[in-house]
T-cell receptor
Framework: AQSVTQPDIHITVSEGASLELRCNYS??????LFWYVQSPGQGLQLLLK??????LVQGIKGFEAEFKRSQSSFNLRKPSVHWSDAAEYFC????????????FGSGTRLSIRP | DTAVSQTPKYLVTQMGNDKSIKCEQN?????MYWYKQDSKKFLKIMFS???????INETVPNRFSPKSPDKAHLNLHINSLELGDSAVYFC?????????????FGPGTRLTVL
């Protein structure tokens, strides 16, 4: 069965610094990958998604992610974080056979140091 | 205008009680979902409805019964509440039930069972 691992539970970066959040997936075929953000007390919002094509995908709020099949990874990056980026970030995977079922990782909490 | 709304935002109740959480979306979507997020932030799908028909039921105890009176509403009724039901419940909706249809999430309902 497909699964998603986010190895970092909590990350703190300084405002203006670059960010990379790690995500690894487990699935035999090409997965469909997502990154969501959850601000405190809010629901989830889609940042970006990868289905096929260019392995570097651009999302909202200046985020990007790169799909690396050889490493089974889909890491999220941002060149310069802002205090408003402090939130919980979820990587997720869906497979064609599971229709609209999306499997979420356990999340990474991002804190921003002033 | 709130796209996906849930009521109530907070719900505190005793074990054994029956409670309902309501969800409404004004996006004109035809697919709605219920997710459960536990204390470790792990988010898991419970149910999915497409055009008022159940399409995903993730082995949720039958104490949980979703009801979709129309495409814009998906309510969650929980009988005989247990301590382990304490969690944040998120409603979501999408246009279409395929994984590549973006899901829009409500703000969540925090259920505490005492």
């Amino acid at each position: 069965a497909q699964s998603v691992t986010q190895p970092d539970i909590h990350i703190t970066v300084s405002e203006g610094a670059s960010l990379e959040l790690r995500c690894n997936y487990s699935y035999g075929a090409t997965p469909y990958l997502f990154w969501y953000v959850q601000s405190p007390g809010q629901g989830l919002q889609l940042l970006l998604k990868y289905f096929s094509g260019d392995t570097l995908v651009q999302g909202i709020k200046g985020f990007e992610a790169e799909f690396k099949r050889s490493q089974s990874s889909f890491n999220l990056r941002k060149p310069s974080v802002h205090w408003s980026d402090a939130a919980e970030y979820f990587c997720a995977v869906a497979t064609y056979s599971s229709a609209s079922k999306i499997i979420f990782g356990s999340g990474t909490r991002l804190s921003i140091r002033p | 205008d709130t796209a996906v709304s849930q009521t109530p935002k907070y719900l505190v109740t005793q074990m054994g009680n029956d409670k309902s959480i309501k969800c409404e979306q004004n996006l004109g979507h035809d697919t709605m979902y219920w997710y459960k997020q536990d204390s470790k932030k792990f988010l898991k799908i419970m149910f999915s409805y497409n055009n008022k028909e159940l399409i995903i039921n993730e082995t949720v105890p039958n104490r949980f019964s979703p009801k979709s009176p129309d495409k814009a509403h998906l309510n969650l009724h929980i009988n005989s509440l247990e301590l382990g039901d304490s969690a944040v419940y998120f409603c979501a909706s999408s246009q279409g039930d395929s994984f590549n249809n973006e899901q829009f999430f409500g703000p969540g309902t925090r259920l505490t069972v005492l």
